[in-house]
């Protein structure tokens, strides 16, 4: 970071709109906070080790690897993560530790009812004294004033920044969602035509008896599921609804232009509609009988065994399997074209995404806190944290490096990592195998898409002209002939008008009322327990027993009562998406 002195900076565009002047500092209901600078070798401080509240991390415990070697290296810090998603129980931890006063030093958290009340029970650190020598979330000014509107202080930090306009897919070269089958197997049974939803079932049929093993000796499904991201709904129930535009909000399906709205378990919603896609591939014997039990994790490796040939998301399928030696073999999960999909695209977030980025009121070091924040925002930090699980490149000397044209290419270790499944760090980058290092914030600052401004070019690797020109191969040529010459999968669904962009608007809904919350943690339960119910009951009859059985046991327990809230939130999203889009546009 450059030396920059702040005892009397303040950035004034954020004054103005977070009348920061009226804000006060500890101890202090009258003067303003005093800017403090963050500017200092960090790396000289004593070590510390701080709890990292993450809603979003998959992984429980002390930071390794490379990145944890990384953050070591730079504010002798140690990042201990704790993750409900692991812990289990869905909002159990989160408000125990809520309860207890102390969330953590470091908080990854929701927008909006989250912020609001960590907040109102003085669980967040007014960070006001240390944002103005905060240089690298500087250009993002807009976004940090919008997040802490009304909020008489700066207690969070925007995630998923972006520069580009909104009203543009956020994703890269694939969107968030899509059909991505196995291209080699859809290929070796003939590239059979699929008109919508339903007819990948015959198709995953041929492919599953095509390839009845994966590659570990072990039976291979078409489809294999997994429990661990329930929330309002069955998650892997909802994920085929995006294929047509719509996405989530509490028990609401809203399309991305606002042109319809579906109470999830109405019987003819897209959510149902998923849930008989899923049942009928059991009857088939399409469906990993696993499900049930799995976790995220488990199901992953079986992507990795090839024993998976159906992925809703191109960074699991894609992630999981398509290494540089198989696709060289043509083989490898591709976006099939289903000529009725529309798909949901999310808009990229110039006022940032659904998380923020706080400090803890309790944190033992505040000002190393702010720096790490800052740090996160800066090309070193966006390279690194966001590298693999969400796009970006990595450690520039460890996957890759500037050429003697001024361009960056991945290094033989970075394709390793990146194309070839995989490689063991250097013990000078803390060891261990790559993915194992891998920052468990697992939330991007900025947009991997978005350029870099040290190198001139994104910092996700996939638009590198290096890395087009070097990872051409018999899978992705076979795809792009099929597809009409396309390059990208973006590329061919905005050629043929199937996709959809819900402008990003940064909109977070209000916080649940005490009876909404009760009502919603009550029928949630009940409609996850049904969800999965049905997807493996036994016949015809006994699916449609148990549809009935949710509905009617979701609205004895206040489900219209949340429908009703979610319903006016998901208008209000849309409002809020249509202002910024002309906004922007």
Known sequence: MKSRKVATILVAPLLGALSLTACTGPGSDDEPATPVSIDQDWSEADPITVDVFDGLANYMGIQGGWFGEIVKEKFNMELNIIAPNVAGGGDTLYNTRVSGGDLGDLIVADKGQQMDELIAGGLLLDAQAYYGSMENVTPYDDAVAKLNEDKDGVYGFPTAVSSLKPTEPSEGLDPTF???????????????????????????????DAQPEGENGQKAYAISLFGDWDGNMMVTAKQPATLYGYDELGFVLARADGSDYQSIIDSDSEYVRALKFYFEANQMGLVDPESTTQNYDTMFSKYQNGQVLLSWWPWLGQSAFNTEERMAEGKGFELVPMQDQQIFSYGAEVYGGKQFL???????????????????????????????TMGSAGPEGLTWELGDDGEPALTDFGRQVFLEGGADVPAEWGGGDYADGVSALNVSTVLPKDVNPEIGFPYSYTYWPSYQETVANPLTEDWSARMGGATTTVEFLEANDQVIVAPGSSYTAPADTSEVEANRNQAKASIIEHSWKMVFAKNEDEFDKLLTSMQETANGLGYETVLEFDMANAEAQNESREAVAAEFG
């Open 358 to 388: 706080g400090i803890g009121s309790g944190a033992e070091d505040p000002a190393r806190l702010a720096a790490f924040i800052d740090w996160l925002y800066s090309p070193e930090g966006v390279m690194a944290n966001s590298s693999q």
């Open 178 to 208: 899509g059909p991505y089958l196995r291209w080699d197997l859809f290929a070796e049974v003939g590239y059979p035509e699929i008109t919508t939803l339903e007819d990948l079932l015959p198709v995953l049929q041929e492919m599953q």
